[in-house]
């Protein structure tokens, strides 16, 4: 399904063609974005089970065909019993990232789904819920072929998930992981999308699968409870906007790191971008991400306890100072920040209405906590994990509390009147590949998919590696790395020229005509689908 999808009547991407069709036929029965991101973002919760699932949390940036622009926050909350004391009494200094205690927030996705199609009914929705969630369902019962991606994840602490109840019953074949083309049926988890298909997705949060959820997460001892489920909300927020030259970019807010990839741009803006693979270009990426990076660590945190207004660091004046704190011949030193790293999927849709949604959708580490609780077949994130046991810290651990988050929808409107939804997964990478997709095809007017082909770069940690420095795809030509080296940046070449580590990123256009083209990344399983 790679390539280019173009058509008037709406197209979608993502990383799975499995939940790229979903997306299709949904636009192709009359639904809209919404209801398309509905069943899309059920589909891969089940076809792409080591980057998201039911059990994480999801945001979401939508702009609406007269112009009004949503940012819906379905983020994740500390349980009730998860405090910093409860780890510190069993020995912990930080928090585990596999197992039960890992599994200590209440997930947001359902919530999200929730009060997406409370928006699509207001905008005339009415697709039933067994449609959209119809090819979920029949995935986890009758099974889907495992994709290469999952194949070749290995789990980070392999001996710590596979003690993770439920993890090696659902996710491993004769105690291997499942190869790539074998089928991994989900019994439980089928149950529990028809549940939901008939009785409507709250019941995630009040109804008979929030008890079976709380009563199965206390059996193995996380710490969250069915009143926890039952206070949660997903609620909608400003987004972050910045302008820029052409148009505004949009981002979520805070616990996010919507903010850093914002400024990430807006300093790329003011050092000046041309040839996409020279080093100045690949210089402009980084030293634009060690600036914003500088800012995420004490802004990225719980929205409700913010001390400063996120939208302040994106005035031109602010902006200008970062750009102006850049040397453009020399790399600035670069401490490794203390962001582990996270699995996740991006999927965009534009409708024929022209409405636009940018999704994001997680379990962090890839399989999360690698707890299935048994009755509901649902795979807990491991969010929580993101949390400090220091009372000090930006982001301690506190009952109710949002841990920070990698995730962030972009989305822009420019001034000749396309929209645009991009994205990508990558933890750590996520700001710099929105950065690099997008300058390539807006700024340097490179076709979609030769923007999101093209080789990239990623500053900071690879997947359970403790070393910053900047990776690349080794399809740069070696006067370009040379370059870089002299000025000073610590190098290494990525394995593979297409490489999972610089994420799988799509991005879908509109224009003032109503032309709707996307595409989706050679890197990853899907692609990018017209209705």
């Not at 709406?10 to 398309?36: D, F, K, M, Q």
């Not at 020399?330 to 203390?338: D, G, H, L, S, V």
Request: a negative charge; proline letters at 6%.
């Amino acid at each position: 399904m790679n390539g280019t999808a173009v058509s008037n009547r709406g197209v979608v991407a993502a990383p799975h063609s499995a939940a790229a069709e979903t997306g299709r036929s949904i636009l192709r029965e009359g639904g809209n974005a919404y209801e398309a991101m509905v069943g899309m973002a059920a589909t891969i919760a089940v076809v792409y089970p080591h980057m998201n699932g039911i059990g994480g949390d999801g945001f979401w940036l939508v702009r609406e065909p007269n112009g009004k622009v949503r940012y819906l926050e379905a983020c994740c909350r500390a349980g009730s019993r998860a405090t910093i004391p409860l780890y510190r009494d069993r020995g912990y200094d930080v928090i585990p990232a596999r197992g039960p205690l890992a599994a200590l927030a209440v997930p947001g996705a359902l919530n999200g789904w929730r009060t997406a199609l409370e928006l699509s009914a207001e905008a005339g929705g009415r697709l039933p819920l067994d449609l959209l969630l119809g090819d979920a369902i029949r995935a986890a019962r009758e099974g889907f072929s495992v994709s290469a991606c999952q194949a070749r994840t290995v789990p980070k602490l392999w001996d710590d998930i596979l003690a993770a109840p439920g993890f090696a019953e659902t996710y491993l074949n004769d105690g291997k992981l499942f190869a790539a083309g074998e089928t991994l049926k989900q019994a439980k988890l089928a149950d529990t999308l028809e549940h939901l298909a008939r009785v409507g997705v709250g019941d995630f949060y009040t109804g008979d699968i929030a008890r079976e959820l709380a009563a199965d997460l206390d059996r193995i001892g996380a710490p969250v409870s069915r009143e926890d489920f039952a206070a949660h909300r997903a609620r909608l927020l400003q987004p972050l906007k910045m302008p820029i030259r052409g148009g505004t970019i949009y981002n979520s807010q805070p616990p996010t790191q919507g903010l850093a990839s914002l400024i990430i741009l807006g300093v790329m803006e003011r050092l000046g971008v041309t040839d996409d693979r020279d080093a100045p270009y690949v210089h402009a990426v980084v030293e634009a991400t060690k600036r914003a990076f500088g800012v995420r660590g004490r802004m990225c945190v719980d929205y409700d306890t913010l001390m400063a207004d996120p939208q302040s660091y994106l005035t031109p004046e602010r902006l200008d100072r970062e750009a102006g704190g850049v040397d453009p011949r020399r790399a600035a030193a670069f401490p490794a920040p203390k962001v582990d790293e996270g699995d996740t999927v991006w999927m965009g849709a534009i409708d024929k209405d022209g409405r636009a949604i940018s999704y994001i959708q997680s379990v962090y580490w890839e399989y999360g906590s690698g707890c299935v609780l048994p009755s509901t077949g649902v795979l807990m994130q491991n969010r929580g994990s993101a949390f400090s046991l220091q009372d000090g810290d930006d982001n301690p651990l506190a009952p109710g509390r949002q841990p920070f988050h990698t995730l962030n929808p972009p989305l822009a409107v420019m001034d000749d009147g396309r929209v645009i939804v991009y994205g990508t997964m990558g933890g750590e990478g996520q700001p710099q590949t929105q950065a690099m997709i997008f300058s390539r095809h807006v700024w340097l007017g490179m076709p979609i998919d030769e923007a999101i082909a093209a080789p990239r770069v990623r500053l900071g940690r690879s997947w359970g590696e403790d070393d910053a420095s900047l990776k690349y795809e080794p399809r740069f030509d070696s006067a370009t790395i040379d370059r870089l080296a002299s000025m000073g940046h610590e190098l290494s070449a990525l394995d593979e020229p297409f490489s999972d580590e610089v994420g799988h990123a799509g991005m879908i256009v509109r224009d003032a005509s109503g032309r709707i083209e996307g595409a989706h990344d050679p890197r990853a399983d899907g692609g990018a689908a017209a209705a």
